[in-house]
């Protein structure tokens, strides 16, 4: 199986010509003050999970480098995201919402434009399959239309004014001040922009720090964003996160964390703002969901959602099943028809045609999976699909293990990756038990057909997770839907609507009814004097 899995490398030559890669891409410029200003300083490689053969055996592709700016470089940027913002009074947060929406729609006309260039380097910088790299420029684009859409809805809600005990109000919605948005290598494009378009749409001054993996892929964007926006209002901040991120905070300047990532992460950079109570936090972390298999489980429709659930884009997702508890009387079976579900699935590079298991992107966790497989079977569990485990280079053949137990690291440790626990149960409650001792609630599955049973998994579930799936996997979608989590697993509540007020914060402007005062709030709307304070309906 390893000289099959070392097969699967292609040699230069036979990559598609479509998605080569035939000169690496230098970018050695960021995004500062409305322009792309030169970086002189070093620079960081950018290296591809998809190996190449060469004489010499595998070889890394590199896809290019970028620029890693120094603390002095990022504290430069950051005070021109605070002036563009000017507490409050700058250009981009004083402009109506309907010229901050033209803005938006502008940049996402030209993003369209870009799309083969962003969808080849998401296969080539994350190893997303052709397809899955396809969904999510879309879901991208898709986001930043129904963000559009909900803030015109949020904005005619707002279009009135409210008379209550003898008080006129208009309550609206205003911007926090500078943004760091920092999304996740899983879905750079998609996940980085459910923080930036919501901030950004609603009047706040973002710094835009793209992940660890998947870099370059901004680059194509750049451009658009630089022509988009007013000078500031979007900045890019590039390099070691270690380096470049613990100054901005420190600063006390940055007004709202927007991350995704690790709860580890998010405490520490938390920690290092000197006024944490005015950070405000929009966090999407941890999770280590649950799939609960009844006896009366549908294994079919199961076995389908479950595979789909743990190993879509090699189980590289938050909301990835990452832990199955199956009833023992049916737990050989499931295993057995997992086990074959896994050896359908096509293995390769990311551009072949219906591959599901590619690269990983983190050079660590091939090793870092095995170890937990390791472990798992130094405790009694068996690696239950056909050379599961076995792995190459980036690329990581799933692991089925079978029966794991709370000894296990892989019991409790979000793997991150394509290793599947099945834990054996008697006794519903050994899962509930579970659930209610993680550290994580974002979601759980549950499978099963007897509704007394199924509502009984609702009510014990729903104060623990924050979205409970009847027979079918963990998920985000559909956008309109919050996207949050309980305990380590979020803060914030990420949906479309939701995020646009998560970044703003209500504003309310009042006077005392009297004649004078009508007179005056007639004459100030009636003359659009203010862009606060306007009543137009948006269509």
Same mark, same amino acid.
Request: charged residues 25%; aromatic residues 8%.
């Given at each position: 199986?390893?000289?099959?899995?070392?097969?699967?490398?292609?040699?230069?030559?036979?990559?598609? %010509?479509?998605?080569?890669?035939?000169?690496?891409?230098?970018?050695?410029?960021?995004?500062?003050?409305?322009?792309?200003?030169?970086?002189?300083?070093?620079?960081?490689?950018?290296?591809?999970?998809?190996?190449?053969?060469?004489?010499?055996?595998?070889?890394?592709?590199?896809?290019?480098?970028?620029?890693?700016?120094?603390?002095?470089?990022?504290?430069?940027?950051?005070?021109?995201?605070?002036?563009?913002?000017?507490?409050?009074?700058?250009?981009?947060?004083?402009?109506?919402?309907?010229?901050?929406?033209?803005?938006?729609?502008?940049?996402?006309?030209?993003?369209?434009?870009?799309? %083969?260039?962003?969808?080849?380097? /998401?296969?080539?910088?994350?190893?997303?399959?052709?397809?899955?790299?396809?969904?999510?420029?879309?879901?991208?684009?898709?986001?930043?239309?129904?963000?559009?859409?909900?803030?015109?809805?949020?904005?005619?809600?707002?279009?009135?004014?409210?008379?209550?005990?003898?008080?006129?109000?208009?309550?609206?919605?205003?911007?926090?001040?500078?943004?760091?948005?920092?999304?996740?290598?899983?879905?750079?494009?998609?996940?980085?922009?459910?923080?930036?378009?919501?901030?950004?749409?609603?009047?706040?001054?973002?710094?835009?720090?793209?992940?660890?993996?998947?870099?370059?892929?901004?680059?194509?964007?750049?451009?658009?964003?630089?022509?988009?926006?007013?000078?500031?209002?979007?900045?890019?901040?590039?390099?070691?996160?270690?380096?470049?991120?613990?100054?901005?905070?420190?600063?006390?300047?940055?007004?709202?964390?927007?991350?995704?990532?690790?709860?580890?992460?998010?405490?520490?950079?938390?920690?290092?703002?000197? @006024?944490?109570?005015?950070?405000?936090?929009?966090?999407? /972390?941890?999770?280590?969901?649950?799939?609960?298999?009844?006896?009366?489980?549908?294994?079919?429709?199961?076995?389908?959602?479950?595979?789909?659930?743990?190993?879509?884009?090699?189980?590289?997702?938050?909301?990835?099943?990452?832990?199955?508890?199956?009833?023992?009387?049916?737990?050989?079976?499931?295993?057995?028809?997992?086990?074959?579900?896994?050896?359908?699935?096509?293995?390769?590079?990311?551009?072949?045609?219906?591959?599901?298991?590619?690269?990983?992107?983190?050079?660590?966790?091939?090793?870092?999976?095995?170890? /937990?497989?390791?472990?798992?079977?130094?405790?009694?569990?068996?690696?239950?699909?056909?050379?599961?485990?076995?792995?190459?280079?980036?690329?990581?053949?799933?692991?089925?293990?079978?029966?794991?137990?709370?000894?296990?690291?892989?019991?409790?440790?979000?793997?991150?990756?394509?290793?599947?626990?099945?834990?054996?149960?008697?006794?519903?409650?050994?899962?509930?038990?579970?659930?209610?001792?993680?550290?994580?609630?974002?979601?759980?599955?549950?499978?099963?057909?007897?509704?007394?049973?199924?509502?009984?998994?609702?009510?014990?579930?729903?104060?623990?997770?924050?979205?409970?799936?009847?027979?079918?996997?963990?998920?985000?979608?559909?956008?309109?839907?919050?996207?949050?989590?309980?305990?380590?697993?979020?803060?914030?509540?990420?949906?479309?609507?939701?995020?646009?007020?998560?970044?703003?914060? @209500?504003?309310?402007?009042?006077?005392? %009814?009297?004649?004078?005062?009508?007179?005056?709030?007639?004459?100030?709307?009636?003359?659009?004097?203010?862009?606060?304070?306007?009543?137009?309906?948006?269509?």
């Amino acid at each position: 199986m390893k000289q099959t899995i070392t097969s699967l490398f292609p040699a230069e030559e036979q990559i598609p %010509e479509p998605y080569r890669i035939e000169t690496p891409i230098r970018q050695d410029y960021y995004l500062i003050d409305g322009e792309l200003r030169r970086w002189d300083g070093p620079l960081q490689e950018v290296l591809s999970p998809v190996r190449v053969a060469a004489e010499g055996g595998l070889v890394p592709k590199r896809v290019g480098e970028s620029p890693l700016l120094s603390k002095g470089a990022v504290l430069e940027i950051l005070q021109v995201a605070v002036r563009a913002y000017d507490n409050g009074r700058g250009t981009w947060p004083t402009m109506s919402v309907g010229e901050r929406i033209l803005c938006v729609q502008r940049f996402t006309d030209t993003m369209l434009g870009k799309r %083969e260039e962003i969808v080849k380097l /998401l296969m080539w910088e994350i190893g997303k399959s052709l397809q899955e790299a396809k969904r999510e420029f879309e879901r991208a684009v898709t986001y930043i239309h129904d963000t559009i859409e909900a803030l015109k809805e949020l904005d005619r809600v707002s279009s009135r004014f409210i008379i209550q005990q003898g008080i006129i109000g208009q309550i609206r919605r205003a911007p926090l001040g500078v943004v760091l948005c920092m999304g996740p290598y899983n879905f750079p494009l998609y996940e980085t922009f459910t923080t930036l378009i919501p901030a950004l749409i609603m009047g706040n001054t973002i710094l835009l720090k793209p992940p660890r993996f998947g870099i370059l892929l901004f680059q194509p964007l750049l451009e658009a964003i630089r022509d988009s926006f007013p000078p500031g209002v979007v900045n890019t901040v590039y390099g070691d996160g270690e380096v470049v991120v613990p100054p901005l905070l420190a600063s006390g300047k940055v007004d709202v964390l927007g991350f995704i990532g690790t709860h580890r992460v998010a405490d520490a950079l938390r920690a290092i703002h000197p @006024r944490p109570h005015r950070l405000r936090c929009v966090l999407g /972390l941890d999770a280590k969901n649950p799939a609960i298999i009844l006896p009366d489980a549908d294994l079919d429709l199961t076995v389908a959602e479950c595979l789909r659930g743990s190993l879509t884009y090699n189980g590289q997702r938050c909301t990835a099943l990452k832990i199955m508890f199956v009833h023992r009387s049916i737990a050989d079976a499931f295993v057995e028809r997992m086990s074959a579900g896994i050896d359908a699935l096509k293995c390769g590079m990311p551009w072949d045609e219906g591959v599901t298991i590619t690269p990983l992107p983190e050079p660590e966790k091939p090793g870092y999976l095995e170890g /937990l497989v390791r472990d798992a079977q130094g405790f009694g569990a068996r690696v239950v699909n056909r050379d599961g485990g076995i792995n190459d280079a980036s690329f990581f053949y799933p692991a089925l293990l079978y029966p794991v137990g709370p000894a296990m690291r892989v019991y409790d440790e979000e793997q991150f990756g394509p290793v599947i626990p099945v834990v054996p149960y008697d006794d519903i409650r050994e899962p509930i038990d579970y659930v209610v001792a993680s550290d994580y609630g974002q979601q759980a599955s549950i499978f099963g057909r007897d509704s007394d049973l199924l509502a009984q998994l609702v009510d014990a579930l729903v104060n623990q997770v924050c979205r409970i799936n009847i027979n079918s996997q963990c998920q985000r979608s559909p956008d309109c839907f919050p996207f949050n989590g309980r305990k380590n697993s979020a803060e914030g509540t990420q949906s479309v609507a939701d995020a646009l007020r998560i970044f703003s914060i @209500r504003i309310v402007v009042a006077t005392r %009814e009297s004649e004078d005062n009508r007179e005056i709030i007639t004459d100030i709307v009636k003359g659009r004097k203010s862009h606060f304070l306007p009543t137009d309906f948006m269509l």
